[in-house]
């Protein structure tokens, strides 16, 4: 405080603010529920482990895997017919195949003589030549 000021006395009083009481509950209220039986659910078609087991045997991707799983089937039959159309689903989608390889890269084996012959091209285009190999002497 500098000198020839005053201090006033003020009392700063904070009051937190009273919880809301919690309104008393009528007796209905407070009784719990009846019991609550769960209705059983008829088991349909084949039974989890078959169908994970028939799964199982396939090499489908984990993807695959969840989609078949969820599914009810009624038999055994309905379950492969599930299981061959997911395969035609994948291939038709071009699964398995290698990526970024154009149509001539599945035109065959080359012949060493093609291979020469297409190396001798390339080095003629940009101005390179061959020193003659060591079966050429």
């Known amino acids: 405080m500098t000198p020839g000021t005053k201090q006033a006395n003020i009392k700063v009083v904070i009051k937190e603010a ?6 008393k509950k009528t ?8 019991e609550v ?4 659910v008829p088991v349909l078609g084949i039974a989890l482990a078959e169908i994970a087991q028939q799964i199982g045997e396939t090499s489908l991707p984990p993807k695959s895997i969840a989609k078949l799983v969820v599914e009810n089937y009624s038999d055994g039959t309905a379950l492969d017919a599930a299981i061959d159309a997911e395969i035609a689903e994948l ?3 071009g699964s398995g195949r290698p990526f970024a390889l154009t149509e001539s890269a ?5 012949t060493v003589a093609e291979a020469e012959a297409r190396k001798d091209a390339v080095n003629k285009k ?8 060591a079966g050429d002497k």
Do not use: L
């Open 18 to 23: 009273d919880p809301k009481p919690e309104p």
């Open 106 to 110: 599945a035109d065959g084996p080359v």
């Open 27 to 34: 007796p209905a209220e407070t009784t719990p529920p009846a």
């Open 91 to 93: 291939r038709e989608a």
């Open 126 to 133: 940009w101005g390179f030549t061959t020193s003659p190999s």
């Open 37 to 40: 039986v769960p209705k059983a």
